[in-house]
Structures are given as C-alpha cells and as structure tokens.
T-cell receptor
Framework: DAKTTQPPSMDCAEGRAANLPCNHS???????VYWYRQIHSQGPQYIIHGLKNNETNEMASLIITEDRKSSTLILPHATLRDTAVYYCIVTSSGSARQLTFGSGTQLTVLP | DGGITQSPKYLFRKEGQNVTLSCEQN?????MYWYRQDPGQGLRLIYYSQIVNDFQKGDIAEGYSVSREKKESFPLTVTSAQKNPTAFYLCASSHGADTQYFGPGTRLTVL
C-alpha cells in the first residue's frame, strides 16, 4: 500500500470548514483513499473513502486531485466534537485488507 | 442495533498470565481483524480472519493467538510470551474487502 503524509496537527475555529490534507504521491491505480478519525480512547470511526471521484456523505467531503497524488478531507462546519486524530489511509482492493495507520493529524476545533 | 462489541473496556492482569479479549459482531461480516495501538501511535495489525476456521498473522502476531469458530466471534488471547502486552486493543470487521468498522476497544494493563 502507498505511504501517506499528513501534517501532525491543525486548528480550526468552531463553525468554520476544516480542510485536512493528505499526500499519497505513490498511490497506484487500484488503491482507495480512506479517512478515519479517532477520538481519544475510542475506536476509529470511518468517515469516507474514494477511488477517483470526489465523494460526499453526511459527515464530510473528500476531494481527490486529478492525478490522485493528494486528497483533502473537508468537514464543512466543524464542531468541538470533531476534535480528534484524523487518519488518511491508502489501501488496495482485494480480499480482507490490512489498514496501515500512520500518525494522522490531530485536529483541534477551537471555540 | 448492529455493531461490534468488545469486552471488557478495561482489563488488568498480572505479568505471566494469559488473558482473552472478546470481540463480537452482528453485522454479518465475514472478515474480522485485531489491531494493537500504543500511546501516540497508529494501529498495527495482529491477526485477521477472512472466513470461519481460518486466520492469518499480521505484522505483530508473536505472543498472540486467535480462534474463529463462529462468524460472529473472533477472540484474541494475549499470552505470557508477549513481551509488552500493555496496550489498547481494537477489533474490526468488514464485508470482504469493504470498509472496516471498529469496536470501542479494550485497554489492557499488565501489572
């Protein structure tokens, strides 16, 4: 699986959009981009994933660049409860994948 | 409610004792996983199982054992051979290669 690079920490004002970047320059054609988040001492929570196209669900939007070498997770209206570590993961298709979690980005939403 | 349950939430054991962590899912997922997380770090795969009565080692299987006698259950035993067992243990499940969903975790402390 391709390696990902994320900033170690970011701050965002409550009510504003949080834009979390991820670099995955070695991604291959059959690899998906997944985003999870983990609130302290809880299990990771799935947010969204995509292959080529931009995706949106009730939690967030995922913007993948045309060359697929980077992506951005957008939380449109951040709340204090969005404070968490956000993980960007690239993983290939196939049966029962291992997810490789790096260090992620600590997002702190400020009141 | 469908989901993944792990019990107990906190577990304390004396050094040298084996301990078994429970993971149950009612999502009808065929694949299940065990990860370990140390403070400030990402998750590392211990074992995974794609079908009943079959499982494969992950990156850090030494000192651990698993069984998969039922589709819904994937218990993890931390044996006395595991040199540093104190950690946060997370169980996940998925339908084949689809999105993995995580349980709430068990925090194991060896005294």
């Amino acid at each position: 699986d391709a390696k990902t690079t994320q900033p170690p920490s970011m701050d965002c004002a409550e009510g504003r959009a949080a834009n979390l970047p991820c670099n995955h320059s070695t991604i291959s054609g059959n690899e998906y981009v997944y985003w999870y988040r983990q609130i302290h001492s809880q299990g990771p929570q799935y947010i969204i994933h995509g292959l080529k196209n931009n995706e949106t669900n009730e939690m967030a939007s995922l913007i993948i660049t045309e060359d697929r070498k980077s992506s951005t997770l957008i939380l449109p209206h951040a709340t204090l409860r969005d404070t968490a570590v956000y993980y960007c993961i690239v993983t290939s298709s196939g049966s029962a994948r291992q997810l490789t979690f790096g260090s992620g980005t600590q997002l702190t939403v400020l009141p | 409610d469908g989901g993944i349950t792990q019990s107990p939430k906190y577990l304390f054991r004396k050094e040298g004792q084996n301990v078994t962590l429970s993971c149950e899912q009612n999502l009808n997922h065929d694949a299940m996983y065990w990860y370990r997380q140390d403070p400030g770090q990402g998750l590392r795969l211990i074992y995974y199982s794609q079908i009943v009565n079959d499982f494969q080692k992950g990156d850090i299987a030494e000192g651990y054992s698993v069984s998969r006698e039922k589709k819904e259950s994937f218990p993890l035993t931390v044996t006395s051979a595991q040199k540093n067992p104190t950690a946060f243990y997370l169980c996940a499940s998925s339908h084949g290669a689809d999105t993995q969903y995580f349980g709430p975790g068990t925090r194991l402390t060896v005294l």
